[in-house]
């Protein structure tokens, strides 16, 4: 995978900047990679990562395209970025709104500026990724995130914002993943009004619940979605609720009119179901 140098003939290029290289950051670039023929051909698109932020793996900018390859097997080895750094654009990014300001220094006539924003999801406040999309959209790049925080606590804003930009604000991963509810939704169901939804809409919840009604023990079913990268870094939130709180927060269209353009709304009302709940109702329902 080593830096994308020209594109195809008749190819539109995209910039990226990725704001977050964890397990969905790494995904995404490596994606990207095994899918390069296919969007130039299929879609005429030619996208190039030209920048990375972490948290606590340094940051790195090059206006040619960085060697993607190096920067997993950095990270992955627990490196810093800024050795990829390209010193004649300026120091390296030390956050991820440096990164976006430096992206936008170098911006270039035709070549589209997207912001992918994949960082560690912070339920309460939303933030950084709330700052990351607003800055992303002020400078003019279209907005891609997984992170849930920005659609449940500042969707309003942050559409009106994408809007008077003339950019796009787009978080269909950040509920289900691959599959497109938001879409879905808008696109092909647009004289529905839809009132409510039910469903395990948690990935490691929906692995423990399976691997505890077969017997599992819940650690080491929590242990498993660990490690395979798919539990959130603080794993309370998936299984206190938290996740699917702030999931349904970005589904509703409640959300969107009660939450008006104050950030204030917070995906409050829970109950969980865990280890103990569990062998409380098998103890109530043997049967069951
Ligand atoms: N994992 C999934 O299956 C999944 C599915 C859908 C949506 N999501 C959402 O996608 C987001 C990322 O998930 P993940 O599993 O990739 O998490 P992760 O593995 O913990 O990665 C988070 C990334 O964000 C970086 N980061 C943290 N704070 C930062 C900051 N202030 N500035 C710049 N970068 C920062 C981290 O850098 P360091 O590692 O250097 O600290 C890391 O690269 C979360 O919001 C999650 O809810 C995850």
Not at 62 to 86: F, K, N, Q, Y
Not at 189 to 205: D, E, Q, S
Request: glycine share 10%; aromatic share 4%; hydrophobic share 40%.
């Amino acid at each position: 995978m080593p830096r994308v140098k020209g594109r195809p003939p008749g190819t539109v290029p995209i910039e990226l900047a990725l704001v977050g290289f964890g397990h969905v950051g790494r995904r995404f670039a490596r994606l990207l990679d095994e899918r390069r023929d296919a969007l130039a051909r299929d879609h005429g698109l030619a996208p190039r990562i030209v920048g990375i932020a972490t948290g606590r793996h340094g940051a790195a900018f090059d206006p040619r395209g960085l060697d993607v390859a190096r920067a997993l097997a950095l990270v992955e080895s627990g490196g810093r970025l800024d050795a990829l750094h390209d010193r004649r654009s300026g120091p390296p990014p030390r956050t991820g709104l440096g990164l976006i300001a430096q992206h936008a220094r170098h911006r270039r006539p035709a070549v589209a500026r997207v912001v992918v924003e994949t960082t560690t999801l912070d339920v309460r406040r939303g933030r950084p990724a709330i700052d990351h999309v607003r800055a992303g959209l002020r400078s003019g790049a279209h907005v891609i995130t997984a992170n849930k925080g920005p659609a449940a606590l500042a969707y309003r804003p942050l559409r009106a914002l994408a809007e008077s930009a003339g950019r796009a604000f787009l978080f269909e991963g950040a509920v289900m993943d691959g599959i497109p509810i938001f879409n879905l939704v808008r696109h092909t169901l647009p004289a529905v009004r839809v009132v409510g939804f039910r469903g395990v809409i948690n990935a490691t919840t929906n692995h423990i619940l399976t691997a505890m009604e077969a017997g599992q023990p819940y650690d080491e079913a929590l242990a498993a979605m660990q490690a395979a990268g798919i539990a959130e870094a603080d794993p309370s939130l998936d299984v206190d609720g938290w996740d699917a709180a702030a999931k349904t927060a970005t589904s509703s269209r409640r959300r969107s009119r009660a939450c008006g353009s104050s950030e204030s709304r917070r995906p409050t009302r829970r109950s969980t179901w865990t280890a103990g709940t569990a062998r409380q109702r098998r103890r109530r329902s043997p049967m069951s």
